[in-house]
């Protein structure tokens, strides 16, 4: 086709992410391999607050200077600015999405593309369930991407099975029960596996709810975007593909836009996506340190852990007798403010052989050689980030699909050991050292092989070019 020929328009797509660090951060990616692509205005629909915070902690605006066709755009999330988004107070930011975000967002498409042109295609974050009732009004074509794991969305897919089964709410409290209906997944999942809001004991509960709705909206799109890739993540997709027909996986996402970045001779990415600022003191601090032999411990942007959990991880690390790069995030502790005294106490350990920081540049972090282990609440794209870098995971998952991605880690691509419901320090100590000597040796021989078929996933030709050449085309296909 030549786009160039009248009365050809250029596509003009909306990128729609929820307002938080890991969705934010893949679709960034998604965003520049669309500019990449040449011919697709893209603009990407930041809230304030968090693009605000981008622009005070990262150089995200001059990257995309160098794309004429895109540009930020913002929109309120209907909370103060003192707000703190946290995952304590999710439900505040979820009630301003769906009464302030979704009404503005509904008069953003009604007014067409502002000074640009009118905007022909939307991409959402499958939690924002109303952009597609918006979408549809308007009539404009809605494409959703799930920044959660396919595994962890599967397991949505199926709650409502979970509970004509009678498999949830639990009845009893043996968390090792097996799950008989999760199509694919008998044999391996327990109760303790599956995402963290089935353990409710309240079908009316809000958090089930939305993934229930998100499952009835999901497959009423145009399709849906993966970040992940077809070897690793076969079996689930064809059980994804019998809801969603039109699935484009074009993971890892991460690593997909280096490589494309690469063969366009564009300079490798020179700043953050984070809505914290890096402190890249540490990266000074690995160099010191010999190979392989730190643990990189993180539990992503929205997890918090009590007081007493972090002194047993304090003690397990210290223990262990491993150095240690700790990421500890504000407000990432619940009572933060003891925190001075335990930090006193074990501040001899912690200056001998770790090094702590408030957010860490992750994925510089998880491909230095002296990294040989990541403790992780196995969000998603920690996890993508690990299995391309070859750094096997102790996993402690927290809440959403966390639950599933550990299971999966330790069952089904053995890349690591999942530890869900432990915090005991005898038992972090003794995971730690298992990581980083034997088991370390292990995992890394299927992370190998996994990062491999990532990399010819990403290479002319394969599975995840081809998903994105056809995501580009369809964008293209979009007519107002
Ligand atoms: N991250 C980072 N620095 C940190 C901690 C996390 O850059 O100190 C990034 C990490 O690379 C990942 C994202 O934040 O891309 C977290 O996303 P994930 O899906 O792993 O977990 P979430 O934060 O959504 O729970």
């Not at 959660?148 to 089964?165: D, M, N, Q, R």
């Not at 027909?245 to 280096?258: A, D, I, M, R, S």
């Not at 320090?425 to 078929?453: H, P, Y």
Request: glycine share 8%; hydrophobic share 40%.
């Amino acid at each position: 086709m030549d786009h160039q020929t009248p009365p050809y328009s250029p596509p003009h797509v909306l990128i729609f992410p929820l307002p938080l660090q890991g969705p934010i951060k893949c679709m960034l990616k998604l965003a520049e391999l669309l500019c990449l692509a040449g011919d697709i205005d893209v603009t990407f629909l930041n809230t304030h607050h968090n693009h605000r915070r981008l622009l005070r902690y990262t150089a995200l605006d001059s990257r995309f200077s160098a794309y004429p066709q895109f540009r930020f755009q913002t929109i309120s999330d209907g909370l103060s600015d003192d707000h703190p988004r946290s995952v304590d107070r999710l439900g505040d930011l979820l009630n301003g999405l769906w009464t302030v975000t979704n009404p503005n967002f509904k008069e953003m498409l009604n007014s067409g593309g502002g000074d640009r042109r009118p905007v022909t295609g939307v991409i959402a974050d499958g939690a924002l369930t109303f952009a597609l009732d918006v979408a549809e009004e308007v009539g404009i074509p809605l494409i959703y991407f799930e920044t959660i794991s396919p595994c962890g969305l599967w397991t949505y897919f199926c709650v409502h099975k979970l509970i004509e089964a009678g498999e949830i709410p639990f009845q009893g409290d043996d968390l090792d029960a097996p799950i008989q209906s999760v199509p694919g997944m008998e044999g391996f999942l327990r109760r303790r596996d599956l995402p963290s809001f089935c353990r409710t004991t309240d079908l009316n509960d809000p958090v089930i709810q939305l993934a229930m709705r998100e499952c009835r909206q999901v497959p009423r799109s145009r399709g849906l975007i993966l970040n992940t890739f077809e070897d690793l993540d076969g079996p689930v997709l064809s059980h994804l593909r019998s809801l969603c027909p039109n699935l484009y996986p074009v993971g890892p996402l991460h690593t997909h836009l280096k490589t494309r970045l690469g063969t366009q001779s564009i300079p490798p990415l020179a700043s953050s996506d984070s809505l914290w600022q890096e402190d890249k003191s540490c990266m000074a601090w690995l160099d010191a340190q010999p190979s392989r032999s730190v643990i990189y411990v993180s539990i992503g942007s929205l997890a918090m852990m009590s007081m007493e959990q972090l002194v047993e991880f304090w003690h397990g690390l210290v223990n262990s007798g491993v150095r240690f790069l700790w990421v500890r995030r504000p407000n990432s502790i619940v009572g933060e403010d003891s925190v001075g005294q335990i930090q006193e106490e074990l501040s001899e350990a912690t200056k001998e052989r770790g090094c702590l920081v408030s957010w860490a540049p992750q994925e510089e972090v998880l491909a230095h050689p002296a990294i040989g282990g990541f403790l992780t609440h196995s969000g998603w794209n920690s996890t993508l980030e690990s299995l391309m870098e070859g750094v096997p995971m102790v996993c402690w998952p927290y809440f959403v699909d966390q639950h599933v991605n550990s299971r999966f880690v330790s069952e089904v691509w053995k890349i690591g050991i999942d530890i869900k419901d432990t915090c005991e320090r005898g038992v972090i100590e003794k995971m730690i050292k298992d990581l980083m000597n034997a088991k370390g040796d292990e995992f890394r021989q299927s992370m190998d092989r996994l990062s491999k078929l990532a990399r010819e996933s990403i290479d002319v030709g394969g599975s995840s070019v081809c998903n994105l050449n056809r995501l580009i085309e369809d964008i293209r296909s979009m007519k107002v």
